[in-house]
């Protein structure tokens, strides 16, 4: 069965119009295919950007260039429209340059004042490095020794969740952080199960939602989290260059920044307070920060060619309606599942989201040859042939978008058999 483009439309006109959605706009239409001659199956790495997010970067960098003409901020419409796609307040987002920024300021706020000593940090084996690099560096807290806890790759059809229950009963945990989903096949996490517990035995609970925020349902609230960053590149249809953070609100007068800078202050609100001197005293500026968790945004002033793109794609973004995406990515990635096990690969055992799928040799053959080397090499030459996907952590990572098609597929595992089959018959 031929799949088509998936529709989809905003949520409801009331919510919409709420966060200035594009209620009257297809968002999928809104989304150019890619070229005839290009397959491309690595939107977990990169989203292509839709026209109107080209558009507004366009004329963002002309506004840029004419510094003289009426400029305008959409700061506080990004946190809304994030706000909305999580489930919370517009004040409890904060912005910053990557989600790599954000572990290290969460770290270093749950550790600051830390009276010392070993902290167990959950985590998953193989987790995105930038999940891991904020707690595996200690010079921020040096009386603190942070001890992983790892969590294995599941080895039956229960996946991940009862792995990780199991060491959060069996093992003192301080600090759990995980994601949604796992970066490298998109196997799945139930993080409301994990969540309440960790909020009823007072563990902290940190998430990277970057693989699934925007293209599955996210509910902070829900999940009980402390806090969750969000790389915009990916689901969020936007550039490099930000990371859009939650905050729980029983933060928001505790946390720091991780740099210290005038635009989180109080004060430098107000232009006319720079129009003044003899502003410092013997302690400095005044240090009061501003409400919420708008303390924690980084330093710099706010990107005028960056967040008016962001924006567009978040003001997408809330038009489309999850659950449709899933169930059309479903589809698709359940028939890239059933291809690959046509030629010699499986999936890891246990629940996964329907966006992203791993496919893992399985084949005898493919088992003994298809090394990570080799698997990279295969890749690339399926990059040669206008064909994306992405090797991570042994699995062919692969990843639909809403203009992923049937035939794309087809093509797909007509070229990986092609390309495996060559190294096999090599070696």
């Given amino acids: 069965m031929k799949l088509e483009s998936l529709p989809t439309s905003a949520r409801s006109s009331t919510t919409s119009s709420t966060i200035n959605s594009p209620t009257s706009r297809n968002a999928t239409d809104m989304m150019d295919k890619p070229p005839r001659d290009v397959i491309y199956f690595n939107n977990s790495g990169k989203t292509a950007l839709p026209r109107s ?55 270093n706020n749950v550790f600051r004042g ?38 294995p790759h599941p080895t039956s059809e229960q996946g991940w969740t009862p792995l990780i229950m199991s060491c959060l009963e069996e093992h003192h945990v301080d600090v759990c952080c995980l994601p949604q989903v796992h970066w490298s096949d998109g196997s799945y996490i139930d993080l409301t199960r994990i969540g309440h517990y960790c909020s009823d035995h007072q563990i902290i609970f940190i998430v990277d939602g970057t693989q699934s925020v925007g293209i599955m349902p996210m509910d902070v609230e829900r999940i009980k989290c402390d806090a969750l960053a969000c ?89 489309i309606q999850l659950d449709s995406a899933q169930s059309y990515l479903k589809r698709i990635t359940d028939q890239i599942l059933e291809g690959g096990k046509s030629i010699g690969f499986d999936v890891q055992p246990g629940p996964r989201c329907s966006h992203i799928i791993g496919l893992r040799p399985k ?65």
């Fill in 53 to 107: 997010v080209q558009r507004a970067g366009e004329l963002a960098l002309g506004r840029e260039c004419q510094p003289w003409e009426p400029q305008t901020s959409c700061t506080e419409e990004i946190r809304t429209l994030f706000a909305h796609i999580v489930h919370a307040s517009s004040d409890d987002i904060a912005i910053v340059p990557s989600t790599g920024f954000a572990m290290t300021m969460f770290a």
């Fill in 231 to 319: 790389s915009v590149h990916k689901w969020l249809l936007g550039p490099h260059g930000m990371s859009l953070v939650y905050i729980h609100p029983k933060y928001h007068d505790t946390w720091l920044p991780l740099d210290q800078h005038e635009r989180s202050r109080s004060i430098f609100q107000d232009e006319v307070y720079d129009a003044t001197e003899n502003n410092i005293d013997e302690k400095g500026y005044p240090a009061e920060f501003v409400c919420g968790a708008r303390r924690c945004d980084s330093g710099g002033k706010n990107n005028p060619i960056l967040e008016p793109m962001i924006c567009e794609g978040l003001r997408i973004v809330n038009a």
């Fill in 114 to 151: 830390s009276t010392g000593g070993v902290k167990k940090v959950l985590i998953l084996q193989d987790e995105m490095s930038s999940e891991i690099y904020a707690w595996q560096q200690s010079q921020p807290f040096p009386n603190v020794q942070v001890d992983f806890l790892i969590v």
């Fill in 363 to 427: 084949s005898p053959e493919f088992v003994q040859y298809l090394t990570p080397e080799m698997m990279v090499q295969v890749a690339n030459k399926l990059k040669e042939n206008n064909i994306f996907l992405a090797v991570r952590c042994g699995a062919f990572r692969i990843s639909p978008y809403l203009k992923s098609t049937s035939d794309d597929v087809d093509q797909l595992i007509e070229a990986l058999e092609l390309e495996c089959r060559s190294i096999v018959k090599d070696c």
